[in-house]
């Protein structure tokens, strides 16, 4: 299985992948036959996965997308990595995303662009564009992804693939590269709910090396999230937000998306009309609080303790600011810059306290629909298909934009889901595919991969 993508893997043109070591994997897959043959194996026991490079691996490098990282090996595994090893799982090699997951069509990487998988002249989206484009081309059955405002669910919608950003806190962070670290979700991008619903078993958990780990006490116990795959849908009460289907929603999303809502309801569901009213709010202060995290986390990387130094410089400051000013592209430096000043003194009550209070808001109108409305809240996961490639690559506001109806989910740490429900229409009538979102109250993973299953 393992040679069988790494042959894929090299024949393609994807750029996908940014490292391969083909003898560490077919090392890995013997040692995986061996359990197999011992009688020792779980279920994803030789099972291949594909690792975005932001989580750290022992004896692979970890560039998370960045020069400033270019030739870094990390002396661990971070916790996801180790536990899909410990279930005998076989890396086939790291994948490609925007650096630093600062992105929405993965044309922020030091390492080129992915191409999306359905049509070559599309972006495959972001963050975690290797991630799905890699699932979807079937260079692997299966990658981690991360979600900070979205990296998770907008490449699987464009690339016609299937991932979930759980709960805030219950994967843990150890080892992921932070980019703004109370939004940070790992997540597995897969086929189908069903094979997301077998990584999350080994996935999510409580970790005592990361700080904001969700602990056991918290609610965050070890499931089988394929328990209640097969469950019936009815009785389901689909919450369908009017912000989510306003003007700037592409018709052939919008199609896609509401004849996905119509097959629910011939599942046995209802659809409730709801109300999320912040959430236009939620691009000024995601594009605030993030920014101001990542400000703060990339201060570590100095010249002097990761990565790439500058060659010649006259003195430390000079040091610093040659060693940052080669090793971080544009959209990086324009966070940086973004969040430090926020964080100012003078302006750190007027943007990013604002942030902070409207973000609670923003979970508010969440809760608010969960106590009465309805179970979990469907619409689109981005307001069109994926994009020419190029097409915006230079223009950050447009990016931020498409990432409407993603952010509030993260903000309030909610799960949130997305299916392949369609196509859209791309450049010369190549098909671009549509995701569904799908959004659930803290803890509800089982019951998003259960309705996600049922569609699929
Ligand atoms: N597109 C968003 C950003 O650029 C989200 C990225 C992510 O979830 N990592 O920040």
Request: proline letters at 5%.
């Amino acid at each position: 299985l393992a040679s069988h993508y790494l042959g894929r893997i090299e024949a393609s043109s994807h750029n996908a992948f940014l490292h391969l070591d083909r003898e560490r994997t077919l090392a890995q897959a013997a040692s995986a036959d061996a359990r197999i043959a011992a009688g020792t194996a779980g279920p994803l026991t030789g099972v291949p996965i594909a690792h975005k490079d932001i989580f750290v691996t022992r004896g692979w490098r970890t560039t998370v997308g960045s020069k400033m990282l270019a030739n870094y090996e990390s002396p661990f595994d971070a916790t996801v990595v180790d536990r899909f090893s410990k279930a005998g799982m076989v890396t086939l090699g790291k994948v490609n995303l925007d650096e630093f997951a600062m992105g929405s069509a993965n044309e922020n990487s030091a390492f080129g662009p992915v191409k999306n998988p359905w049509d070559p002249l599309a972006v495959p989206g972001g963050s975690s564009g290797g991630s799905a484009a890699a699932v979807a081309a079937r260079l692997a059955p299966a990658a981690t992804a991360t979600d900070t405002g979205g990296s998770i669910r907008q490449p699987a919608a464009f690339c016609g693939v299937t991932g979930i950003k759980p709960t805030y806190g219950r994967v843990s962070r150890f080892g992921m590269i932070a980019f703004a670290s109370s939004l940070d979700q790992g997540g597995p991008i897969a086929q189908t709910a069903e094979d997301c619903a077998l990584l999350l078993n080994d996935m999510i958990g409580f970790d005592e090396r990361d700080s904001t780990s969700l602990t056991v006490e918290q609610g965050n116990v070890a499931e089988d999230y394929t328990r209640d795959l097969n469950k019936p849908l009815n009785g389901l009460r689909i919450g369908v937000p009017k912000e989510y289907f306003g003007e700037g929603l592409a018709s052939d999303v919008e199609s896609a998306v509401r004849a996905a809502l119509e097959q629910f309801v011939k599942l046995g569901a209802t659809l409730v009309d709801i109300s999320l009213p912040k959430t236009a709010l939620s691009i000024p202060t995601y594009y605030i609080i993030a920014p101001a995290e990542a400000s703060s986390n990339l201060s570590r990387f100095d010249g002097v303790r990761y990565g790439h130094r500058a060659s010649e410089y006259k003195d430390l400051q000079d040091m610093y600011r040659k060693t940052r000013a080669e090793g971080f592209g544009r959209e990086v430096q324009r966070r940086i810059m973004v969040g430090t000043y926020v964080l100012c003194h003078g302006y750190y009550d007027a943007y990013y306290v604002q942030a902070q209070k409207i973000r609670r808001l923003i979970a508010d109108d969440f809760q608010a629909a969960f106590a009465d409305k309805c179970d979990v809240i469907m619409g689109p996961v981005a307001p069109t298909v994926a994009w020419d490639l190029g097409s915006k690559a230079n223009d950050p506001v447009a990016n931020y934009l498409a990432d409407i109806f993603t952010l509030s989910t993260s903000l309030a740490g909610l799960p949130g889901m997305s299916i392949p429900c369609g196509f859209g229409a791309g450049e010369k009538n190549a098909k671009r595919p549509v995701g569904l979102q799908i959004i659930g109250n803290y803890f509800a993973e089982a019951k998003l991969l259960n309705i996600a299953h049922q569609y699929q």
